[in-house]
């Protein structure tokens, strides 16, 4: 296990996803600044000075179809570290960690599979730790928020990052040794997507209704306006009311 230290990158999942099939699992990818931090769908990840920027490879040996149940285990991880400071911490799904309704991390998992079998997972985690909202530019300051800002004091990030990586492995361990319905259900826990009216947007459509519940895979279940239900797996969730 290693962890690779950078000053600059484009993004940690990049590096990451270069160097996994040769790396140990555990190895970590770590950059004060990212130049091409991603998000997920597609979209921008800004990543200045002051947030922790870093990716996980993880070997689970799991079936493909599993992989986004590492997402919400590396949310419920980041969640309770942020819990532990004194902060109220929930997920919205599938995986931004929210204050106060605000955004103060994201992850991005990302997998490669040899048939279905899993080779390598990349947990790409961004959490805004010490930037003041001026930092973040203003197009995507709505909605967002840091620790420093909630708490109102700078925090030490070789700290947070030490109880964050003995939170994850300890979820880790979790996740490998139990069913997963208890990880689930501690999820749920922190979540307050559950029972809200949402509108879900994928890249083929929209779907709206109230949120009733999530699969064992993770997959959001979306009860409509005619009684139906449906499973989404990934796509965009805005709280409507
Ligand atoms: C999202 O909420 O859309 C996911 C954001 C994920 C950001 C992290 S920062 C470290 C890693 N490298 C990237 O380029 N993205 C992830």
Request: glycine share 8%; proline share 3%.
């Amino acid at each position: 296990q290693s962890i690779h230290y950078f000053e600059e990158v484009n993004s940690t999942n990049n590096v990451a996803k270069e160097i996994a099939a040769s790396e140990e699992e555990g190895t970590l990818v770590i950059a004060e600044i990212q130049k091409g931090g991603r998000g997920r769908m597609g979209r921008e990840w800004v990543s200045p000075h002051g947030g922790i920027w870093m990716s996980v490879i993880l070997k689970p040996g799991i079936p493909l179809r599993h992989a986004s149940r590492l997402t919400l285990v590396t949310g419920l991880a980041v969640a309770n570290v942020i819990r532990n400071m004194g902060l109220d911490a929930r997920i919205k799904w599938p995986n931004d960690v929210r204050i106060n309704g605000k955004k103060v991390c994201g992850i991005l998992t990302e997998a490669k599979a040899e048939v279905d079998r899993v080779e390598y997972v990349v947990l790409g985690i961004g959490i805004n730790v010490n930037m003041d909202l001026k930092d973040i530019p203003e197009s995507f300051r709505t909605g967002s928020t840091t620790l420093k800002v909630e708490l109102g004091r700078h925090i030490k990030r070789v700290s947070f990052l030490q109880d964050f990586l003995l939170e994850l492995e300890q979820q880790y361990i979790n996740f490998k040794t139990q069913p997963f319905s208890h990880i689930l259900n501690d999820w749920l826990a922190l979540s307050d997507t559950i029972g809200r009216e949402v509108k879900v947007t994928t890249p083929s459509r929209i779907i709206e209704g109230k949120a009733v519940g999530v699969t064992p895979d993770g997959a959001l279940i979306i009860r409509k306006a005619d009684d139906t239900k449906e499973e989404i797996i990934a796509g965009r969730c805005i709280y409507v009311r």
